[in-house]
């Protein structure tokens, strides 16, 4: 069963679209774990030691599952191999969803982790900035283009020559290219006191 981020009372989704490797349906689900944190307690971009605190948490309950897996996932060391990724690439979806989520409007940043049968699935929800998408989405269009090793070299690259760049896009080319990963995203636009953009990033970490 699919987990799906709804918007806050008074808030109508009016437009909606995917891009990448975005499931909208997915019925073998058969343990989830979701997390919502709060834009209002404290500030989300202040949060960044829950994160490391929330991905440990989110590996450590879904590893009790891991004897289930044995069958399907190598290598044989599983627990570690297993909790690692969870504990990466939660904490790295997380840093992005806090760093980027609009702070103009109160939205929360919701993640689910998704355990199915021949994969993992995250889904991290989060509001963005309208005039981010762009940007957001250009670097999606080169994401799926490109060769992502390449591209991993290109923006460290780049990092490395601007040491003030914020959204260099490593993290999510290290899930890709570290753990053979599906990515896809989904924004919707939200209608509001003023409009409201929304996106969910999804990854999904297939058994081999």
Not at 4 to 21: A, H, L, N, Q, Y
Not at 71 to 88: D, K, T
């Amino acid at each position: 069963m699919m987990s799906k981020v709804k918007p806050e009372p008074g808030r109508e989704i009016i437009t909606s679209e995917t891009w990448g490797d975005y499931l909208e349906h997915l019925d073998d689900c058969y343990e989830y774990l979701r997390l919502q944190f709060s834009p209002s307690s404290l500030p989300l971009k202040q949060r960044w030691r829950n994160n490391g605190l929330s991905a440990d948490f989110m590996a450590d309950y879904l590893a009790t599952f891991s004897p289930q897996l044995e069958g399907a996932m190598q290598p044989a060391n599983l627990n570690l191999e297993f909790c690692y990724a969870i504990r990466y690439v939660a904490n790295e979806l997380l840093e992005n969803a806090m760093k980027f989520s609009d702070p103009n409007i109160s939205y929360p940043v919701d993640i689910v982790l998704q355990l199915h049968r021949d994969r993992i699935i995250f889904l991290v929800n989060n509001s963005i900035t309208p005039e981010s998408v762009e940007t957001f989405q250009t670097f999606i269009q080169e994401l799926l283009a490109e060769d992502p090793q390449a591209l991993y070299i290109q923006h460290l690259e780049n990092t490395a020559d601007d040491e003030n760049s914020t959204s260099s896009g490593l993290g999510l080319l290290t899930i890709i290219n570290d753990y053979d990963a599906k990515l896809g995203w989904k924004f919707e636009t939200i209608d509001s006191d003023s409009v409201a953009v929304s996106v969910t990033t999804m990854v999904q970490l297939l058994f081999a």
